[in-house]
């Protein structure tokens, strides 16, 4: 998987954080972590990128209920999760904040081009 220009910043700016959800606390629900998500099907990252028509990159992943946290080269995040892909936001404030007020997540597909 080809390293991204904006996952390398978003990392460099909130690697390794662990963040507890409100109904999660002490326990870690949100790990930043771009070493994650590896063992999952390269299809699965593949199917998205296609989609969305830009490369997707792993940054973070979400314990409480097992997913991961992907940005693409917009710097737009998204979440994949055995329901399917869901899109968290433009940026990464608009993605901490919709996690953590536990907003609605559309389908990635609705971002497809």
Not at 20 to 43: H, M
Request: glycine share 10%; hydrophobic share 40%; aromatic share 16%.
């Amino acid at each position: 998987m080809e390293e991204l220009e904006v996952a390398t910043r978003f990392i460099r700016s909130y690697g390794e954080l662990e963040l507890s959800y409100p109904w999660t606390a002490p326990k870690p629900a949100l790990i930043f972590n771009p070493t994650v998500g590896y063992d999952r099907d390269v299809e699965v990252f593949d199917e998205l990128a296609e989609g969305l028509g830009k490369k997707v990159f792993p940054v973070a992943y979400e314990a409480h209920e097992p997913g991961l946290w992907v940005i693409d080269q917009a710097g737009r995040f998204f979440y994949l999760h055995y329901t399917g892909g869901y899109f968290l936001g433009e940026n990464e404030y608009d993605a901490l904040a919709g996690a953590l007020h536990g907003r609605h997540r559309p389908d990635a597909e609705d971002f497809y081009v």
